[in-house]
C-alpha cells in the first residue's frame, strides 16, 4: 500500500477517535448540566455533543468500535431525541461486521440485545404491497400551507427539509414547488429499500411533524400565519432502471451513479 495512503488513513482513524471523544465528554458534561437543572444549555451541549459523534463516524462508518458506542448510546436515548434508527443501523451493521467475533461475549449480547429491544417497537408494514427487494423506493410527500407568496418557504417547510439531512436509509432527496397551486411543497426522497421508509414513517421525525401539524390545527400550540399545513399527503414509488444524464438531471446524482456501476 501505498505510504502516503496508508499515512492519511492511519490520520483519519485518529481524528474520528479524537472527535468521538470530544463528543462523549461533551455528552457527560450536557448530563450533570441536566442533573443541575440548566436544560437549556444541557441541550445545546447534548447537540454539540450528538455532532460530534456523528462527524467522527461519517470519517470513518467501517470503524467497528465507534460504531458500537454510538449505537449503544443512541439506543438508550428517550425517543423524543429521534436517535433509535441510527442506533440500530449501526449495530446491526457491527452484528454483521467480520470483526463482531472478536468482541467480548458481554459486548456482544449488549449489541445483540440493545437491536432486540429497539426491534421489539416496530411498527407493522406501512408499504405491504411493496416487495421487500425493492430498491430503491421513491417516496413523493406534498404539503400544502396557506398565503404562501412564489419563491417563499414557511420555516415549518424549510425545518423539515433540513431535518431529513443524514436520516438512516435516505439516500437522496429534491425539493419542487407548485406553480398550480401557490403554498403547494413536494419533497422527492429516495430510499434504499422500504425497510428504510417505514422506520421513517413511523419514527419519532415524521410522527413528531404530525403531531405539530395536529396541535396546530386543533389550536393547543400557537401557529404563525401561513406555518400550518392544510394539505398533507404521501405517494411511494419504485424508480425504473436505465436512463441517461447530461449535465444533471432530477434524480440526485448519488444514485443515478450507483445504479448504473
Do not use: C
Not at 63 to 92: C, W
Not at 105 to 134: C, H, N, W, Y
Not at 210 to 230: D, I, L
Amino acid at each position: 500500500m501505498n505510504l502516503i495512503l496508508l499515512a492519511t488513513m492511519l490520520l483519519a482513524a485518529d481524528n474520528a477517535r479524537e472527535l468521538f471523544e470530544r463528543g462523549t465528554a461533551k455528552m457527560t458534561e450536557s448530563g450533570k448540566l441536566a442533573q443541575e437543572g440548566k436544560f437549556a444549555p444541557a441541550n445545546e451541549l447534548m447537540q454539540a455533543a450528538m455532532a460530534d459523534l456523528d462527524g467522527a463516524v461519517a470519517l470513518e462508518p467501517e470503524e467497528i468500535e465507534l460504531r458500537t458506542r454510538r449505537g449503544l448510546m443512541y439506543g438508550s436515548f428517550p425517543p423524543f431525541l429521534n436517535k433509535g434508527d441510527v442506533a440500530r443501523e449501526d449495530l446491526e451493521m457491527v452484528a454483521h461486521h467480520a470483526k463482531f467475533a472478536a468482541l467480548t461475549e458481554a459486548q456482544r449480547q449488549r449489541v445483540l440485545g440493545m437491536i432486540a429491544r429497539l426491534k421489539s417497537t416496530e411498527k407493522p408494514d406501512r408499504f405491504a404491497k411493496v416487495p421487500a427487494q425493492t430498491s430503491p423506493l421513491v417516496a413523493a410527500a406534498s404539503v400544502t400551507f396557506p398565503n404562501v407568496q412564489a419563491g417563499a418557504s414557511p420555516a415549518f417547510f424549510t425545518n423539515m427539509v433540513k431535518q431529513l439531512e443524514g436520516y438512516p436509509g435516505l439516500l437522496g432527496k429534491h425539493v419542487v414547488t407548485s406553480l398550480d397551486h401557490p403554498g403547494m411543497f413536494i419533497i422527492f426522497t429516495w430510499w434504499k429499500d422500504k425497510q428504510a421508509l417505514n422506520r421513517w414513517f413511523y419514527g419519532d421525525l415524521h410522527q413528531g411533524w404530525m403531531r405539530a401539524r395536529g396541535a396546530a390545527m386543533s389550536g393547543k400550540t400557537p401557529a404563525a400565519a401561513g406555518e400550518v399545513p392544510t394539505q398533507v399527503a404521501m405517494e411511494v414509488f419504485a424508480g425504473l432502471p436505465g436512463g441517461v444524464q447530461v449535465g444533471g438531471g432530477f434524480i440526485p446524482r448519488e444514485i443515478f451513479s450507483a445504479a448504473n456501476q
